[in-house]
Each structure stands twice: as C-alpha cells, then as structure tokens.
C-alpha cells in the first residue's frame, strides 16, 4: 500500500488510457476545425456574427438532449462500446462536410451531426470508464481520461493555426486533415478496448422510472446540483478570448489564450484526480471554488497582460481540479446499472447551466462592461458555496 501513490498511474485499466486517447484524437479533429469555424464562416462564407452565434448555441444545445437518451439507452442495453463507436463515428464523419461547405446550411447540418455524435458518445464513454475501473482508482482514472482529452484541446488549436500559416489561409485544407486523427480515434476505439462482459440473465427495463430515480439517491443528485451551479459560475471560455483581445493582444495572438488554459488544465487534471481518491471532496471542491474567484477577481481588476495570464493559470487550475473529481462523484453515488443515465442528467443540466452562465455574461458584458461579467462569477461562485455547505453523508460504497 505505501507504493500506492507514486505508482497509481501503472495500475490504472488500459481500457481507460484507450478512452484518453481515443478523446485526444477526436479532440485534435474538432479542435482544428472548431477554432477557425468563426473566421472560416465569417470571412470565405460570408456569415453575419449573430448567425455564428445562433449556430453554436443550437449545437450545444442538440448535444444536450442527446445526452440524456444516450446514457439511458447504454443502461437499457447493458453495453457502452457501441453507442461510443457510434459517437465517436459519426464526429469523424462530419470532418469531411465542413471542408465541402459552400454555403452556411452545410456548415449547419455538419455542426450539428457533429454535436449529435458528441452527445451519444459522452454518457456511455463516461459510463465505461467507471465500469472497468475499480472505485479507488475513479478519480485518477477520470483525471486521466480528461488530462489526455485537453492535451488534444490545445494540440488541435495549434496544428490549426500551424497549417494555416503553412497553406496560406487555405481553411479547406487543413478541414481535410483534421479527418484523420478523427478517423484513428474510432480505429484505436474499436479494436483497442473490450467492453466488460455483463450478465445476459439480468432483464433489462427502462431506466428512467420512478423508482429507478429514487435509487440515484441524494448524493447523487447532490452531485448534479453542485455540478450545474459550478458550471454557471464557469461560464464560456469564449469570454476569456474575448478579455484577451481588450489586453491588447495582438489578434493573431488572442486564439493561444486557449491553449494557455488548456495547457494548465490538461497538466492538473491528473495530478488532482489521483488526489481526490485520498482525500475529502468536498475539500477539493471548495479549492476548486476558491481558485475560480481568484480567477474572476483577477480578471475583473485588469486588463494587463500579466493580470490575464494569471486569471487563465487560475481557470485553468480550477478545471483541472472539479471536472475529473465531479466525473468520479457521479461514478461514485450511483448504481452501476444506472451509471449511463446518471450521466446523462449530469451533463445535461451542467450543459444547460452552461447556457445559462454564457448568456447571462453575454449580458452583462454588453450591459455594464466586461469586468461585471467576471465579478458576476464571483458572485456566483458564493451560490457554489452554499451548496457545498448543504453536503449530505457521501455512500463511497453505492457504486462498488
């Protein structure tokens, strides 16, 4: 036991490093393209601003929903593999579309596929990471898991911008290449991981019942609660690109804003996941909740250079401490048979909080000005607060 911690990493399921990085992947081919899609639509389609906008929020919004019928129906089924090829297939499928696009409905209809596909995907990938993981080891798993898919948040952004400078602006030629790691993740998905065998005595019945709920328990749904009041004092990143440009960054600059982010948080995510499976997480979760103020503060006080990469380090840390640790939570308070389901009313009311928190700071960052928007989060962060207070008793053995 006393190697346990310096060697946590060696002992943690193959199938869950398969999962980083097939994620990984797939996120480098998003990423290429999710990064130049604004400027791509703006300036080669001709786009209004307002129109990008309603895009995004359409997308994000069609993955929501999906979510939710994903993770029921991977509990339904008994098995997680299939939906997640299918998911994970159908994100690689649309790369091709966005390079073809000659007119804003492509783009809409290759969007919106894409984020049908983020939505299957996302609750029963989750929900297979903690099937296959033993429960002292969820939080390092999960930290890992999303340590491996943010190295691919900023690596995607960076063979974008490289390409580009590469190919003189040609945006359908590096739309081409993002196909290919997206391809290699649905590869390395299917023929690198085995799902767990389940049973085939045990009759499946719908999840979402009544007593099926009441089963999730109120740690669980604890859990949910304070996932989706984080999430609202976390609004989009889109506004730290947004603080970035007011610093006066150079414009070609502004775009590594977020790799700075993910930098930190992909370096953290693990770290802090191993850490969780030792230590309080309600803990780690007021820390988490501490930094992101700091990180508001910070950046409503300035707009400095150094101010802003503070506040992005800040963002970062706190990232990389919440979002594998709140993963590991709802592995944790609910029942293996419902771990899809769990998942996706997790995400779904974390996304539509996410909605919430950007359109409120949209707000009042045209209302009042940008640094309202960041105290704003501040304020909200003390909302966090108080559900942190409220804990109830943790069953660390609901999910064995």
Not at 72 to 82: A, E, H, I, P, T
Not at 125 to 140: F, Q, Y
């Amino acid at each position: 036991m006393t190697a346990l911690p310096t060697r946590v990493w060696s002992q943690i399921p193959r199938g869950v490093w398969v999962l980083g990085f097939v994620s990984m992947l797939m996120d480098i081919s998003s990423e290429m393209i999710h990064s130049l899609l604004p400027l791509f639509m703006v300036t080669v389609l001709g786009t209004s601003a307002l129109t990008v906008g309603l895009i995004e929020g359409l997308a994000e919004s069609t993955a929501l929903v999906v979510k939710v019928f994903s993770g029921v129906l991977s509990d339904y089924l008994g098995r997680r593999k299939g939906l997640a090829v299918v998911g994970y297939a159908l994100g690689a499928l649309t790369k091709p579309l966005f390079a073809l696009a000659a007119s804003t409905g492509t783009v809409i209809t290759a969007r919106l596929l894409d984020r049908v596909g983020k939505g299957v995907r996302g609750a029963p990938r989750d929900a297979l990471v903690a099937d296959i993981t033993p429960a002292h080891l969820r939080g390092a798993a999960f930290g890992l898991r999303q340590a491996l898919d943010t190295v691919g948040a900023f690596l995607g952004p960076l063979l974008g911008v490289g390409l580009m400078l590469l190919w003189a602006n040609d945006f359908r030629a590096v739309f081409w290449v993002s196909v290919v790691p997206g391809l290699l993740a649905v590869a390395l998905l299917l023929f690198g991981i085995r799902e767990p065998d389940t049973a085939d005595t045990v009759r499946r019945r719908n999840p979402v019942t009544r007593a099926n709920l009441r089963r999730l328990g109120r740690s669980y749904w604890w859990t949910v609660a304070v996932g989706a009041v984080f999430t609202l004092a976390r609004f989009s990143e889109a506004f730290l690109v947004l603080r970035a440009q007011q610093s006066g960054v150079a414009l070609a600059l502004v775009p590594l804003v977020m790799v700075a982010m993910n930098l930190v948080y992909s370096a953290s995510a693990y770290p802090f996941g191993k850490l969780s499976d030792r230590v309080s997480h309600s803990a780690l979760l007021l820390t988490g909740l501490l930094v992101l103020a700091a990180a508001d503060l910070v950046l409503a006080s300035s707009t400095d250079w150094r101010a802003l990469l503070a506040g992005i380090v800040l963002w970062g840390l706190h990232m990389g401490l919440t979002q594998g640790l709140l993963a590991a939570m709802v592995a944790h308070s609910a029942p293996a048979d419902l771990r899809g389901t769990a998942y996706g009313f997790f995400n779904l009311l974390s996304g539509l909080s996410l909605l919430i928190a950007s359109a409120l700071a949209g707000w009042l960052w045209d209302t009042y000005g940008a640094p309202f928007t960041f105290y704003g989060g501040a304020v909200l962060c003390g909302l966090a607060l108080l559900c942190l207070a409220w804990r109830p008793r943790e069953p660390r053995s609901a999910s064995a």
